[in-house]
């Protein structure tokens, strides 16, 4: 027979580690996710195919394909308001469709400075 082990809630321990534990998991998980998580789900149902545009972007500053080609994209895909990136380290160039009315070109550009990189609109 299987036995069980039964938490006395009324217990002061117990009592603080259900008041406390359920506020660290909020604290630690909650407010430090990223916000381009939750929006990165909603950006592709929210843009029609009709309103994507595309933006060709001169990329310096990268010096492979893995680690910041591909880094670039990852970032750049997670975005609120992109709809796909496609980074080529070879040719310093990155393509970009977009949702023009919820992200410019310009944040855009700010995007890949944050990662480190220089970035221009061809």
């Known amino acids: 027979m299987a036995s069980y082990v039964v938490y ?3 217990k002061p321990f117990m009592k603080r580690f259900f008041i ?3 506020i660290f998991l909020f ?3 909650g407010i430090n996710m ?3 998580f939750a929006q990165k789900a ?3 149902q929210e843009t029609p195919k009709n309103n994507v545009k595309k933006v060709e ?3 310096s500053g ?3 394909q893995k680690g910041c080609a591909d880094g670039i994209d990852k970032k750049l895909n997670m975005t609120y308001g992109i709809v796909r990136s496609k ?3 070879e040719k310093g160039k990155s393509v970009v469709s977009y949702d023009p009315s919820l992200i410019t070109v310009a944040e855009i550009i700010k995007v890949i400075k944050e990662k480190g990189y220089e970035a221009k609109q061809r």
């Open 20 to 22: 406390i534990f359920p």
């Open 57 to 59: 972007l001169t990329i």
């Open 34 to 36: 990223p916000k381009t």
């Open 42 to 44: 909603t950006s592709k």
């Open 62 to 64: 990268m010096t492979c």
């Open 8 to 10: 006395d809630v009324n």
């Open 87 to 89: 980074t080529n380290f």
């Open 27 to 29: 604290v630690f998980f």
